[in-house]
């Protein structure tokens, strides 16, 4: 039983590995030392002319990703953090 979780779990892992990398970029490494490469999504992609502006119900960030390359890529999940320069 304990062994058919194992290999469940193995299985999961492989299967869902860019997604795996996308949360753990170390794990791409251990993916490719295995033969499976797993570049988390968004290598390549270039984000130009952004422009935060604060209105008034909160704060609007925009720009453009472009990808140069010939290759179809995956655009990562964004994540914004603000900081206070007070703290």
């Not at 992609?45 to 422009?51: D, N, P, R, S, T």
């Not at 453009?64 to 890529?73: F, L």
Request: proline share 9%; no cysteine; charged share 20%.
């Amino acid at each position: 039983m304990i062994f058919v979780l194992l290999v469940l779990a193995i299985l999961a892992a492989i299967i869902a590995r860019k997604e795996v990398a996308a949360m753990w970029p170390a794990a791409a490494r251990l993916y490719a030392l295995a033969g499976l490469p797993a570049a988390p999504p968004g290598p390549g992609l270039e984000l130009a002319k952004i422009a935060p502006t604060r209105t008034g119900e909160g704060l609007v960030i925009e720009g453009d990703i472009t990808n140069p390359g010939s290759a179809a890529r995956d655009v990562p999940r964004l994540r914004v953090a603000l900081r206070s320069r007070g703290w």
